[in-house]
C-alpha cells in the first residue's frame, strides 16, 4: 500500500504565510484539512491590512465590501460557497455553513447575509479607516472591464489547499474581489472549477488574479482534469498559465494570475501568466517558504498591492 503523504499546505501570495501558520497547528496535531484551509482563509481574512480579502479589503463602487469565498472538501466533493456577501467578516466560515448545513451550494447577496446571520455571524462594517480613504481616493474612472483599461494588479485571492495525515485535501478561496466593482459583480474565487477545485483521488487546484479571464478559462477544472490524466502538479499550473498568456497574447490583455496546486501525494506546483509575479507560501514538516513560481510572459508593471 503506498505510504500517506505528510501533512502540507500551502497558499497563494506572500500574505499566503498567515495561512499556512495558521493551518500548520490543525494539520500538526492530526485535525482535518478541512479545518486547516478555513483556519488558513479565517486568518487573512482577519488581517485588517490585507486589503483584498475580508476585514479590510477595498470596497466596491457605492463604497460597500463586498465578499466571495468557497471551501471544498477533496474528501466528499462537498463544496460551498457565497458571493456578493457584505457585512460578515469570515466569509469562509459562512461558505462552510453553506456547504454543511443547506442543501445548496452557493449562496449570494443579501440572501447569504441573512443565512450568516441566522447561523449566528454577527453584521459588522468591514470598511477600515485605511480602506475609506483608500476608496475615497480611488480613481475617478471605474475599471472598464473591457479585458483592456481594468487594472489587472486590483486583486488578489487567498487560495488555501492542504492535505492531512489521512490523506485528504480541502481547499479554500477568499477574496474582496477587484476594487470598485459594480455592486454585484462576482469573480471566479467562490465558483466551483473556476478559483477552486479539490478531489481526493487527483489533488487540489487554486487560482488567483484577474477573475473573469479565470472564468471565461474554467482555470480549476482546466488543471484538475490536467492532473487526473496524470500531468504533474506544476505541469497542470504551467498549462493554466499557458492558456491565460495566449490569451493575453492574442487579446492584447495583461492579465495576471497566478496558479497553485498540490497533488494527492503532496507534491506542489504553481506558474504565474507572467514571470516575478507570483509568489505562494509552502508548509511542510513544520517547515515554511515562500517561492517565486515561474511565469511565461516577461515581467509586468510592479504589482501594487497584495503584500508581494
Ligand atoms: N480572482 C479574484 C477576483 O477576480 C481576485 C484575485 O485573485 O486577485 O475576484
Known amino acids: 500500500m503506498a505510504s500517506r503523504p505528510t ?27 478541512l479545518d486547516a484551509v478555513e483556519a488558513g482563509a479565517r486568518a487573512v481574512e482577519d488581517d485588517p491590512e490585507v486589503d483584498s480579502v475580508g476585514y479590510g479589503g477595498l470596497p466596491n463602487a457605492e463604497g460597500v ?8 472538501d477533496g474528501s466528499t466533493l462537498a463544496f460551498g460557497a457565497v458571493a456578493a456577501l457584505s ?35 454577527r453584521r459588522q462594517n468591514l470598511l477600515t479607516a485605511k480602506s475609506r480613504h483608500a476608496y475615497r481616493n480611488r480613481p475617478l474612472r471605474r475599471p472598464s472591464f473591457d479585458g483592456l483599461a481594468v487594472r ?6 487567498v487560495g488555501v489547499l492542504a492535505i492531512d495525515a489521512e490523506g485528504h485535501l480541502a481547499g479554500a478561496c477568499t477574496t474582496s474581489g477587484m476594487p470598485w466593482k459594480l455592486p454585484g459583480r462576482v469573480g471566479d474565487s467562490p465558483l466551483i472549477g473556476c478559483g477552486l477545485y479539490v478531489d481526493d483521488t487527483v489533488g487540489g487546484v487554486v487560482c488567483t488574479g484577474f477573475g473573469e479571464e479565470i472564468m471565461r478559462q474554467t ?12 500531468r504533474s502538479p506544476q505541469q497542470a499550473c504551467r498549462e493554466a498559465a499557458g492558456r491565460m498568456a495566449e490569451r493575453c497574447r492574442r487579446e492584447g490583455l495583461s492579465a495576471g494570475a497566478g496558479f497553485l496546486a498540490l ?23 513544520g517547515r515554511e517558504r515562500v517561492i517565486q513560481a515561474s511565469g511565461i510572459l516577461p515581467p509586468r508593471a510592479k504589482h501594487v498591492k497584495g503584500g508581494h
Not at 65 to 72: N, P
Request: hydrophobic share 45%; glycine share 10%; proline share 5%.
Open 65 to 72: 465590501v463586498e465578499l466571495d469565498a468557497c471551501i471544498m
Open 7 to 33: 501533512p502540507a499546505a500551502v497558499a497563494t501570495w506572500r500574505f499566503g504565510q498567515a495561512a499556512v501558520r495558521a493551518a500548520w497547528p490543525v494539520l500538526r496535531s492530526g485535525g482535518r484539512a
Open 263 to 285: 497533488s494527492r501525494d503532496g507534491r506542489v506546483g504553481a506558474y504565474g501568466v507572467h514571470r516575478a509575479y507570483f509568489p505562494y507560501a509552502v508548509i511542510q514538516r
Open 87 to 121: 457585512g460578515v467578516r469570515n466569509p469562509v466560515s459562512v461558505a462552510r455553513h453553506v456547504m454543511e448545513h443547506t442543501p445548496h451550494l452557493m449562496l449570494v447577496g443579501e440572501g447569504a447575509a441573512r443565512f450568516a446571520l441566522s447561523q449566528g455571524f
Open 152 to 157: 489587472e494588479d486590483w486583486h488578489d485571492t
Open 219 to 230: 482555470s480549476a477544472a482546466v488543471m484538475i482534469e490536467a492532473m487526473r490524466r496524470g
